[in-house]
């Protein structure tokens, strides 16, 4: 096998720039487009031909080729940071919980440390509770505790209308009653009591993006939407997780608490935009914020998350104390080749060093 170390120097700003012309890369970003279960989808799609940069590619297409980046197992996100958990801990997981909460707690005690701050904040009030009324579950507890939760749920959400009404009162007269038609709408929905009309934090941001052409004022909108996006989630909110939670399984809730710690892969370069199914596009990132990526590009998300840059340079730093331990035989030079992808896919953003690998024997 060609030893393909030597040919990843670390790319120019000048040659990458090229490279991306060359490529077309477009723009287009679609929020929440998968699933967490969907990520890894099987790529039928489109295919784009990446310059020679790719030219080792040949023996590595097919998502099955992630097994080398699969086993870097309890490694940390490259994103937010937090240490992920394997399928297999996944499976354990599903496995093990019991039927009542208690019986459950026990065994996600053991993966506690893989939780994402909110997941570990509902399960501690979930221990709480279950200490409370040991015979239920956790549907059983969430629904006991969500009255409380959707009141503070909704003066949040709430809160959010009225600085967006506030932020349009800046706005022609026209344009405000847009806007103001978008927020009674939501107002209404947030404060409905009625269970089969729920308010879906998707649609109103559609919502609110479908009047960008409608409002003049670009920057105004754009501080609409930023404010707009603030609206509380399941994920970084647990008022948000314990209302949307309320009603489902007990099963769905305990493996929800772990399940977006678990490594997934991550094309650096969206699918959607070409980025193929080789071990140099990919990451191994939490599902948490493969999801939540999505197909945005890496650019504009290192925007979004500045302390990905932090967290990346640590990823790579366990990764190659992990080859330099024996492991990802005969992927030597993924470290360097990861790290020329992720500089050019966000525009030089991610300047990732590759320290200390020792040479393959
Ligand atoms: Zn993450």
């Known amino acids: 096998m060609i030893s393909p170390i030597g040919v990843f120097e670390p790319l120019k700003l000048g040659v990458i720039n090229k490279l991306k012309r060359n490529n077309q890369v477009s723009s287009s970003a679609s929020l929440f487009a998968t699933r967490p279960d969907t990520f890894e989808k099987s790529s039928a799609q489109k295919k784009v031909d990446l310059p020679q940069t790719d030219i080792l590619s040949l023996s590595f297409t097919g998502l099955k080729n992630a097994e080398p980046v699969r086993s870097l197992g309890h490694i940390i996100c490259p994103c937010c940071g937090v240490e992920m958990m394997t399928q297999k801990d996944?499976?354990?997981?599903?496995?093990?919980?019991?039927?009542?909460?208690?019986?459950?707690?026990?065994?996600l005690n053991n993966y506690e440390k893989y939780m994402h701050p909110v997941e570990k904040e509902c399960?501690?009030?979930?221990?709480?509770?279950s200490e409370e009324q040991p015979e239920l579950n956790f549907q059983q507890l969430l629904e006991a505790h969500k009255a409380p939760e959707l009141e503070k749920l909704q003066k949040k959400q709430?809160?959010?209308?009225?600085?967006?009404?506030?932020?349009?009162?800046?706005?022609?007269?026209n344009e405000q009653e847009l806007v103001k038609n978008v927020t009674k709408t939501t107002r209404e929905l947030?404060?409905?009591?009625?269970k089969q009309i729920k308010f879906k934090r998707?649609?109103?941001?559609?919502?609110?993006?479908?009047?960008?052409?409608k409002i003049t004022n670009k920057d105004l909108h754009k501080q609409?939407?930023?404010e707009a996006k603030t609206m509380p989630t399941s994920?970084?909110?647990?008022?948000?997780f314990v209302v949307k939670y309320a009603d489902r399984k007990h099963n769905e809730i305990g493996e929800r608490l772990v399940k977006l710690s678990v490594g997934t892969i991550e094309h650096i370069k969206p699918q959607s935009e070409g980025g193929r199914d080789d071990v140099r596009n990919y990451l191994l990132e939490c599902g948490g914020c493969n999801h939540n990526r999505s197909s945005i590009p890496l650019g504009d998300w290192v925007d979004e998350h500045p302390e990905m840059i932090e967290n990346t340079q640590k990823y790579m730093d366990k990764v190659i104390e992990f080859i330099n331990n024996g492991g990802m035989k005969g992927f030597h030079f993924y470290?360097?080749?990861?790290?020329?992808?992720?500089?050019?896919?966000?525009?030089?953003?991610?300047?990732?060093?590759?320290?200390?690998?020792?040479p393959e024997e």
């Open 335 to 358: 470290p360097q080749a990861v790290a020329n992808t992720l500089f050019m896919q966000s525009d030089g953003k991610l300047d990732i060093k590759v320290n200390g690998l020792k």
């Open 123 to 129: 399960f501690e009030n979930l221990k709480t509770w």
């Open 158 to 173: 709430n809160t959010i209308l009225d600085k967006v009404d506030e932020l349009s009162s800046n706005l022609p007269q």
């Open 202 to 213: 998707k649609t109103f941001i559609q919502n609110m993006e479908d009047l960008s052409e």
């Open 224 to 226: 609409m939407m930023k």
């Open 190 to 194: 947030v404060s409905s009591t009625d």
């Open 90 to 107: 996944m499976n354990d997981v599903s496995r093990h919980l019991g039927q009542t909460a208690q019986q459950s707690i026990k065994t």
């Open 235 to 240: 994920q970084n909110d647990v008022s948000a």
